[in-house]
T-cell receptor, first 114, second 116 residues
Framework: NAGVTQTPKFQVLKTGQSMTLQCAQDMNHNSMYWYRQDPGMGLRLIYYSASEGTTDKGEVPNGYNVSRLNKREFSLRLESAAPSQTSVYFC?????????????FGEGSRLTVL | AQKITQTQPGMFVQEKEAVTLDCTYDTSDPSYGLFWYKQPSSGEMIFLIYQGSYDQQNATEGRYSLNFQKARKSANLVISASQLGDSAMYFCAMREHNTGGFKTIFGAGTRLFVKA
């Protein structure tokens, strides 16, 4: 049971470098999400995709781009990384069409920007 | 705008006692869902319990119950008979419909310490 798989699990970047975090789910969920977790601030929503072909901004979208490649995959791209983007990133998915949709999370990706 | 507030950064509880973790929320949407998630020190996120805004009864899942007071916009988590393994971060979350579809936002969390 893979569930939600995100890669890489760890990454160190220099300021200005770019990278893409990959996420894939095998639960046939419509909705996928990217969150970042910083100490003392809980999880903050970066972008989400309610269904294949749609994406929308969350609470903290600046500095990020996303692509919903197909129903299974949702990637997060940092075009020019900044130290403020040092964080743990979580991908999640859910049944998209109702309030009761609990989130299923990946294991997280720890990103350090020097 | 959505907002979730957890006012207790840290809580201590004695093993086998009950503990209440507070959560208040703010929304103008009449239809929404409320959730609690647990994050152990290993880092994974674990779904605990769900309450729908139209549910008349408080949700329960084993030792977890959600004290839902709609008029006060509060959704407190009650853990009964605490165990050492309950030591973790706990996040309250709210899910509601947006122009882009359903999205879930989280509070800042409460760190629970269970003492032997």
């Amino acid at each position: 049971n893979a569930g939600v798989t995100q890669t890489p699990k760890f990454q160190v970047l220099k300021t200005g470098q770019s990278m893409t975090l990959q996420c894939a789910q095998d639960m046939n969920h419509n909705s996928m999400y990217w969150y970042r977790q910083d100490p003392g601030m809980g999880l903050r929503l970066i972008y989400y995709s309610a269904s294949e072909g749609t994406t929308d901004k969350g609470e903290v979208p600046n500095g990020y781009n996303v692509s919903r490649l197909n129903k299974r995959e949702f990637s997060l791209r940092l075009e020019s990384a900044a130290p403020s983007q040092t964080s743990v990133y979580f991908c999640a998915s859910s049944e998209g069409r109702r309030e009761a949709g609990e989130l299923f999370f990946g294991e997280g990706s720890r990103l350090t920007v020097l | 705008a959505q907002k979730i507030t957890q006012t207790q950064p840290g809580m201590f509880v004695q093993e086998k006692e009950a503990v209440t973790l507070d959560c208040t929320y703010d929304t103008s949407d009449p239809s929404y869902g409320l959730f609690w998630y647990k994050q152990p020190s290993s880092g994974e996120m674990i779904f605990l319990i769900y309450q729908g805004s139209y549910d008349q009864q408080n949700a329960t899942e084993g030792r977890y119950s959600l004290n839902f007071q709609k008029a006060r916009k509060s959704a407190n988590l009650v853990i009964s008979a605490s165990q050492l393994g309950d030591s973790a971060m706990y996040f309250c979350a709210m899910r509601e419909h947006n122009t882009g579809g359903f999205k879930t936002i989280f509070g800042a969390g409460t760190r629970l310490f269970v003492k032997a």
